[in-house]
Nanobody, 124 residues
Framework: QVQLVESGGGLVQAGGSLRLSCATS????????MGWFRQAPGKEREFVAT????????LYADSVKGRFTISRDNAKITVYLQMNNLEPEDTAVYYC?????????????????WGQGTQVTVSS
């Protein structure tokens, strides 16, 4: 069974930091692009960041550029999202995603695998 399992969410004050992790199992994701999305209450799921299979190419949504960093450890097949200088507007459920290419990640509809999500709440 293919699984993406997120962890690391929680409650943090504005200006604080969190690091999300996405552990994979059930198949090898070494050659998959990986990414993060988020969904706030009453809003659509939105793209946050993606990394290529090698980790050498990353893309970010404008709203998080300069504050969030996506990385991956292919030995552990784990993807991370380091979130710094968090704002109340970052409050959402964060989802890990896997697809063949970064373009497939960004398109959202072509994501092949999703995690169950982890809640991030930023208080003002």
């Amino acid at each position: 069974q293919v699984q993406l399992v997120e962890s690391g969410g929680g409650l943090v004050q504005a200006g604080g930091s969190l690091r999300l992790s996405c552990a994979t199992s059930g198949r090898t994701f070494s050659f998959y692009a990986m990414g993060w999305f988020r969904q706030a209450p009453g809003k659509e799921r939105e793209f946050v960041a993606t990394t290529s299979w090698s980790g050498g190419n990353t893309l970010y949504a404008d709203s998080v550029k300069g504050r969030f960093t996506i990385s991956r450890d292919n030995a552990k097949i784990t993807v991370y999202l380091q979130m710094n200088n968090l704002e109340p507007e970052d409050t959402a459920v964060y989802y890990c995603a896997a697809a063949r290419t970064q373009r497939d990640i960004v398109r959202l509809t072509t994501v092949e695998y999703w995690g169950q999500g982890t809640q991030v709440t930023v208080s003002s």
